[in-house]
């Protein structure tokens, strides 16, 4: 349903653009943009569905991500080489992925390398990092995970060697090594700055995992406080929140999982639930409207201002200049290393 507070104008304008490029053209929305967007695209889902939906889409030859920037680089990389990449906004950056600079990342890689062997560790990197990152995972034998298969790339990448290292996010890895009952003592976290990352050689020896010390901004500021008041006031609450919220939140949850885990769970419950969800405020206001048979509420009220400069008029000027217009581009060695890793975790999802 179209967003009737918009310019009626500037919607027809849209959709009439849509219908004179059709199939030539999809928009990817993510679940956290807001419904404005999301009710004009032509697919919407978590990082790692959009993904899958840009590798297999062939017909294409446009692709706008209405998402931030890595979603689009992502995207980029597993495009066909007839189809091009565009964001509608070029500043809707990522703070997280921004925390994993790809040279600190190579040269923490090289330190720990040094330590224990090349061969011993596989790089994981989360879908929030940039393509540079997902190259460098790529050339050493390493995959890109999401929220929502992380669990299976932890165990893919243990088959394999000895010991991972995961950046950029380090509560979606200390999370996933506790859903895999690794022993706390096992699982260490990399600070870039500080000598081989605030640890010591013996320690690094002695780990399992090694996550690097970035978060996000989204779902940290949710703390157990909001769980217990969210008790206090709504004791038939079912709390579920993301897995990049801190373990202590996690722990005090009833579920954790993925946006389209949380889709999928506020759309099971029955009639007469409650709900209380810890992730962005656009997705579960847009749940609370869809499933008005169901009481959805923030947990807290936390918004990704990144997704959020993402508008329909800057999607508008995308489209008026398809092809042109805030294309992303990839450098070709870049782009194929990258491609590596994003097939490993395509293929992860198939086996």
Known sequence: MIDKTLD????????????????ELIILTHHYQRSSIVDLGDFKGDSFGLSKTAAEDGDARYIVFCG??????SAAILAKSHQTVQIPDMEAGCWMADMADHSLVEYAWQQVSEIIGEKAITPLVYMNS?????????????????SS????????????????FFFPDRYL?????????????????WRPGKPLGGN????????????????????????????????NTHPDAAIVVHPECTPEVIAAADADGSTKFIVNYVKNAAPGSTIAIGTE?????????????KTVLPLYRSLCPNMYKITP??????????????RISIETDIKKDARLALDRMLRLTEA
């Open 313 to 326: 008029e800057k999607l508008l000027l995308t489209l008026t200049r398809i092809g042109e217009y805030n």
């Open 200 to 231: 010591t050689e013996s320690r690094i020896r002695k780990s399992r995992v090694i996550v690097w010390d970035g978060y996000c901004l989204v779902h940290t500021r949710f703390t157990v406080d909001h769980i217990r008041g969210m008790r």
């Open 130 to 146: 940039d393509a540079k990152i997902k190259a460098f995972c790529g050339r050493n034998s390493g995959a890109v995970c999401t």
């Open 8 to 23: 009626n104008e500037l919607i027809k304008k849209i959709i009439d653009i849509k219908q004179a490029l059709g199939p």
């Open 68 to 73: 931030v920037h890595f979603m689009a680089e």
């Open 281 to 293: 405020i656009n997705l579960i206001e847009r749940l609370a409207e869809q499933y008005p048979d």
């Open 149 to 164: 298969n992380a669990p299976d790339a932890f165990k893919w990448a243990f088959s394999r060697r000895e010991k991972i």
């Open 173 to 189: 890895g200390i999370n996933t090594a506790n859903k895999l009952s690794i022993p706390p003592d096992l699982v260490i976290v």
